[in-house]
């Protein structure tokens, strides 16, 4: 390695959504500084929800992301449900799970194929890939299409759905609506089956990490929507202890927030969490599929979590069209509720991880505080922590080469920093 000082830049990572810059300095062969520069402006979502009413949460925070609206619109409702006393059970449940797994579905899909896969073999792109790996790409975008069409059937439209609502729904859609999407959702779980086998055969670099991982854990379901905060070093709190547990700091170098265990530190939100807490409760086919992969549970390479968003798909698969065949259109799409004054918290796990809300009403339901705690910024300190390790262990590599593999690190949270705020922009410093 030469001595004098080297800056890589990569004034655009594509493949993640948002803006921003990595960092890494290094001095006598160690890395003395890794910052995730997340610069873009922040998005005041919570400030601009102060003054609203509870009813118009769904929507407004359905904005904060293209990709997970989902997430951040059931969170929201979930917070509001709680301080008003209600409780969404039945078909309407049901709905919930089934338009998350929509949502899990096309933007798992849409990671594994599209933004993280040509990174194991070596592509600029998925337009790249697709030249040698048409089949692969094309089986990526149907599944994806299923997914997207599902959160339309239930959402009103696939983009920032418009149709969940405070109590439940303010459509019920009709059973004969799904009738096409269930046959689809047929061929996806072949082929999401197929994924798993796929992913599992890529080339994929070594890192095994002990980390603490933080995900909902619900007593008969692979979590989704619903549950208690459970980690694997003892963390065992209601959502609404969620702050009691977690801070979260400002950095200089972030318009993002990064959060931590108190007393603790840093910790791991999303799939691999997910697969290392519910692993038993996953479907006997995703459990079979990861088995044959050797996904062991907790799986700790970083570089692995496109494996287990795979086992994930094909448990979302399944479940969709469990609960699909299973749906009777039900009495009344919401429930009546109450306004009143209170506090809410709501907490589901979106593609990337934990999603949580936090709202407190007046007496006329009106928002007075709001916090959401996004998956991908509290990630953030576990993700400059993973470019140390990594960088440290890959001090042979040039910087082209360097930068790629953060490059790929980074998208292993397949983060979405536009819900955060944003990244990357890839400089290297070596003294």
Known sequence: MRSRTRTVKVDALARVEGEGGLQVRLEGGKVKEVKLRIFEPPRLFEAFLRGRSHAEAPDITARICGICPIAYQTSSVQAMEEAFGIRVEGVLRDLRRLIYCGEWIESHALHVYMLHAPDFLGYESAIHMARDYPEAVKRGLRIKKA??????????????????????????????????????????????EETVRWTGSLPTPELEVDYEFVALRHPTEYAIHEGKLVSTKGLDIPVSAFYERIEELQVKHSTSLHSRIKARGSYHVGPLARYAINHDLLSERAKAAAREIGLEPPVRNPFRSLAVRSVELLHACEEALRIIEAYEEPDRPSLPYEVKAGVGHGCTEAPRGICYHRYTLDPRGMIVDARIAPPTAQNQPTMEADIVRLVEANLDLDDDKLRWRCEQALRNYDPCISCSCHAIRVDIDRG
Do not use: T
Request: glycine residues 14%.
């Open 147 to 192: 997914g997207n069409e599902i959160v339309r059937i239930i959402g009103g439209r696939e983009i920032h759905p418009v149709n969940m609502r405070v109590g439940g729904f303010y459509r019920a859609p009709r059973k004969s609506e799904f009738a096409d999407v269930a046959g689809e959702l047929r061929w996806c779980i072949e082929a999401a």
